[in-house]
């Protein structure tokens, strides 16, 4: 009888069922939640505020009450979170609203480099990371979770 550590016995290679492209949509589901879990947070910082206005603040986009943002953060939060679990559970309709999803974010992100520029850069980086997830390995003929 020979042991596992035998070199003279070999054993045939494993064979995983995994589909290609399985690892990029659970990672676009899993980013697009926490995206949504930080804009969740965002949008109770910017309520808590009681409308204090940062001096930076005056050149934004949405101006300088900083609970417009707030509603902002809190929409695109929820449809981060509702597009996560939708492709995490698969859905082919869901993979159109992670790629809107992912976009928005990335837009969102843009208007606040002049303040926040690192957290900034890292929403950016996460939704091109999900759109090329979802728009590379999203078909019907690739991967299924």
Partial sequence: ?????????????????????????????????????????????????????????????????VSNYGWLWLVTGLILIWASFAILRASQFARWIGIFAAALLTVTSFWWIPFYPVWS???IAMGILVIYALAAHGSRDSASI
Avoid: C, H, Q
């Avoid at 020979?2 to 069922?17: A, H, K, L």
């Avoid at 589901?29 to 879990?37: K, N």
């Avoid at 965002?42 to 930076?56: G, K, L, M, Q, Y």
């Fill in 1 to 65: 009888m020979s042991s596992p550590n035998d070199p003279s016995v070999t054993y045939p290679p494993m064979e995983y069922p995994a589909k290609s492209g399985v690892g990029w949509l659970f990672f676009a589901g899993t980013i697009l939640g926490l995206a949504g879990l930080s804009r969740l947070f965002d949008a109770v910082w910017a309520f808590r505020t009681d409308n204090v206005v940062p001096d930076s603040l005056d050149g934004a986009l949405l101006g300088t009450n």
């Fill in 121 to 123: 850069f890292a929403y």
